[in-house]
Each structure stands twice: as structure tokens, then as C-alpha cells.
């Protein structure tokens, strides 16, 4: 194809939905590993600490693992998505996330290869962090640049539909497993939701090759891509990048505070609370979420991006501290109303901010550097949030005001950066689409 090729009316809807449904699967390969970690790979894959809350932090540190890749996967896939095209680079880093979760699933667990066995988890992380970290850009540029202008902030919404979707299917499938019994769990049971993944990836497939290459690409592949898009992309943009960074703790790193965190902090020896009914709350919240990410990010493009994810920001900041307040109640109403407050405050934090990080940045790097400041966000904020708060909660002597502190400051951290995040319009102009935006 080339800068000439015409953009059929039906493009932007199937872009979208392709966008969704591959992200919901990477997401899910990940969520299942970082739910696991939270429940049992401690006991599984790190077994000689007597600290419990030692153990769960060795479990982080590989779940963490995956973050500090993803900067990599971002930069390799980033390459090839502003050179050779967004849909190709979807494409493998489908299939290297599914392999990868896949393989997890048929692990032997450190009682059965010793040393082994964790050496083999954290390689698999690693892949995973690879493909997430190139799959996250792509998938929301597909989605952006095929969009019409002034409904460029909901359809980008459907990529970050990806996460709570990848979120909802994990901790359902752990919810479902866990309610076999500890034994089922702890014995073969929590290898059911990896070994699944095998089916969505063939879907996700399916779908993800019967898009069309994004428009704006096409105009950048008839003009002749950049050489090196990583070194024109530090080069022209390094402060936009860290702008970008500087945007995204509590988008990234708070929601992983406010799941993988206060699951693993909820059903431990502090709080007590059941693993069943925290589980049960964050499926809920993941439908909350679900539910929210496209009405936040169509309010994005009525009222503005900017203003929704800042209203996002400060309602996550003023939830933190009654969301941990409630989880040893033991009361299932006021959990279940925290955690949906919560994710939906959070929403309005992530839905919109993939549009807003796509238009900072010109078509010719967009890819690479997009992906660069998301991913080491991620590793940064996403990979370190819940080895943090473990740290500050265990030298605070156990209470939850550190983690709560943390997620705070996170908060005014992204509303700093966020009044200072550029706009940059695409000279491409988008075709419109016929009817409702998704018609």
C-alpha cells in the first residue's frame, strides 16, 4: 500500500474492534501472570523464605521483571512499527505473548526442578514484558489513526477497553478456580487460565489480519520513514518523552496499587480479608472499568481529553485512602462500592490517556516514542508500584497509609506533567465515517 491507497468507511470500526480484542488478550496473558503472582507463586516457585510477605515480594520482583522489559519490546517493535508498519508488528507480538503464557502453564513448579523453575518463570516474564511493551503502541495507533478527527479520543478508548476486558477474563478465571478449593488451586488448577490463552490467540489473530494499515502510516511509508526512529525520536522529542512518562504513574502504576497490590495486602496475615470475596471485587470492578473506558473517553472528546484525566486524577487521589480502609471490614457491600469507585475513577486516568500520549507525538516516530514513554512508565511505575508498597507498608509496620501516601503522590506527579503535555495534529486528514462513530 501507499499514501495513495483509499481508506474504506468501514476501516476505523474494524481497526477499533481489532484493537480491542487484541489488547484484551495480551492483557489477559498478563493479568494472569500478576494475579499468580499475588496468590500463589510464592509458595510455588520461591518456597525456602519463612517470611510469607518475603516470599510474596520475591513473586513481585519476577512480576516486575516483565515491566523492565517492556521498554525494549516498545523500542524493537516501535522500529519496525514506524518503518515497516503498525499491523505487522501486531501481529508477532500476538503470537509471542500467547506462546509465552502458554508455556507458564505447563511449568514444573520448584518442588519438582529446584532452581529451575523460577529461572524459567522469569525468562517467560520476559517475553511476556517484550511483547506487551511493543503491543500497547501499536495497537492504539491502529486505533487513533484510522479514527475521524473529533472521535479520535473514543475510538483510541478502544484499546484501553483491552485492559479491564484482559483483567475481567484473569481474575474470573482465577475467581472460578479458586472456588475449586486451595488444593485444586495450588495443584493444577491455577494452570487453566494460561493454558486458555492458546484459543484467544487464535481469535485475536484472526481478527488483528483483516485490518488495514493505518492512513496516517501509509502518508509516513510514501514519504519515506526515518532511518532509526528511536534516535530521531530522542532527538526531536526527549522532552515530550519525558512529559509523556510524567503523565502515566497513577494510569499505570495506581491501578496496580489498587489491584495487584491490595489483593495480595487484603488476603494476607495483616488484613485477613477472604481471597474469594477480594477476587469477586476486582471482577466487579474490572466490569466497572469495562463498562466506563468508552463513556470517559467519549466525554474526552466532548469536553476534553486533558480536563477528563485530570478529574480522573483527583478523584483517584480522594478514594485511596477509604478504598484500604474497608477491605478487612469483611463487608461485602462497602468493598464491592470501593473497588467499582475506585477503577471507575481510574478509567477516567486511562481510557483517554491513550489519545492524548498518540497526538504528542509527529507520525514519523510516533510508535517508538509513544511506546517508549508508556513502557518505561511501565517499568518504572507499573513494574516497581507493587514492590513499593509492599516495602513501605512492611517498614511502616503493616499499615496501608504508606501504600495510600505513595498512590497520592503518584497523583500530583501525573497533574504536573499533564498541563504541560504538547498537542501535535496530524497533517493527514481523517475520512468520515458515515452515521454514529461506529457504524
Not at 517467560?124 to 503491543?135: S, T
Not at 501504600?403 to 498537542?423: E, G, K, N
Request: net charge positive.
Amino acid at each position: 500500500m501507499d499514501g495513495r491507497t483509499p481508506h474504506s468507511a468501514g476501516a476505523p470500526r474494524r481497526a477499533a474492534i481489532a484493537a480491542f480484542v487484541g489488547t484484551t488478550i495480551e492483557w489477559y496473558d498478563f493479568y494472569v501472570y500478576a494475579t499468580a503472582a499475588a496468590l500463589i507463586f510464592g509458595d510455588l516457585f520461591f518456597p525456602e523464605s519463612t517470611d510469607p510477605l518475603v516470599a510474596l515480594m520475591a513473586s513481585f520482583a519476577t512480576y516486575a521483571v516483565g515491566f523492565f522489559a517492556r521498554p525494549l519490546g516498545g523500542i524493537v517493535f516501535g522500529h519496525f512499527g514506524d518503518r515497516v508498519g503498525r499491523k505487522s508488528a501486531l501481529v508477532v507480538t500476538l503470537l509471542m505473548m500467547g506462546v509465552a503464557t502458554f508455556l507458564v502453564g505447563l511449568l514444573p513448579t520448584y518442588e519438582t526442578i529446584g532452581v529451575l523453575a523460577p529461572i524459567a518463570l522469569v525468562t517467560l516474564r520476559v517475553v511476556q514484558g517484550l511483547a506487551v511493551g511493543g503491543e500497547w503502541g501499536g495497537a492504539v495507533l491502529m486505533a487513533v489513526e484510522h479514527a475521524p478527527e473529533k472521535n479520535r479520543t473514543f475510538f483510541g478508548g478502544f484499546a484501553q477497553l483491552g485492559n479491564p476486558a484482559g483483567a475481567l477474563l484473569a481474575t474470573g478465571a482465577f475467581s472460578l478456580v479458586t472456588a475449586a478449593g486451595d488444593d485444586v488451586l495450588r495443584t493444577w488448577g491455577w494452570r487453566i487460565p494460561f493454558l486458555a490463552s492458546a484459543v484467544l490467540v487464535l481469535v485475536g489473530l484472526f481478527i488483528r489480519l483483516r485490518v488495514e494499515e493505518s492512513p496516517v502510516f501509509r502518508q509516513v511509508l510514501a514519504e519515506k520513514p526515518v532511518a532509526l526512529p528511536i534516535k530521531e525520536a530522542l532527538r526531536t522529542s526527549w522532552r515530550t518523552i519525558l512529559l509523556g512518562i510524567g503523565t502515566l504513574p497513577v494510569a499505570i502504576g495506581g491501578y496496580y496499587i489498587a489491584t495487584t497490590f491490595l489483593l495480595a495486602y487484603s488476603t494476607g496475615p495483616e488484613v485477613g480479608a477472604s481471597e474469594q470475596l477480594v477476587l469477586n471485587g476486582l471482577s466487579f470492578a474490572s466490569f466497572v472499568e469495562l463498562v466506563a473506558t468508552l463513556g470517559v473517553s467519549w466525554l474526552g472528546d466532548r469536553f476534553g481529553t486533558r480536563r477528563v484525566v485530570a478529574i480522573g486524577l483527583v478523584a483517584v487521589a480522594l478514594l485511596a485512602f477509604p478504598q484500604f480502609m474497608v477491605m478487612g471490614s469483611g463487608n461485602a457491600f462497602l468493598i464491592f462500592l470501593m473497588l467499582g469507585a475506585m477503577r471507575l475513577a481510574m478509567s477516567a486516568t486511562y481510557g483517554p490517556i491513550a489519545t492524548l500520549l498518540a497526538e504528542m507525538y509527529a507520525p514519523k516516530v510516533r510508535y517508538t516514542a509513544m511506546s517508549l514513554a508508556y513502557q518505561v512508565a511501565g517499568a518504572v511505575f507499573g513494574g516497581l508500584s507493587p514492590l513499593a508498597a509492599t516495602a513501605l507498608v512492611k517498614a511502616g509496620g503493616g499499615g496501608p497509609v504508606p501504600a495510600i501516601l505513595l498512590l497520592i503522590a503518584m497523583c500530583v506527579l501525573s497533574l504536573v506533567c499533564l498541563a504541560f503535555a504538547p498537542r501535535h495534529r496530524d497533517a493527514v486528514p481523517q475520512p468520515a465515517v458515515p452515521g454514529h462513530a461506529l457504524s
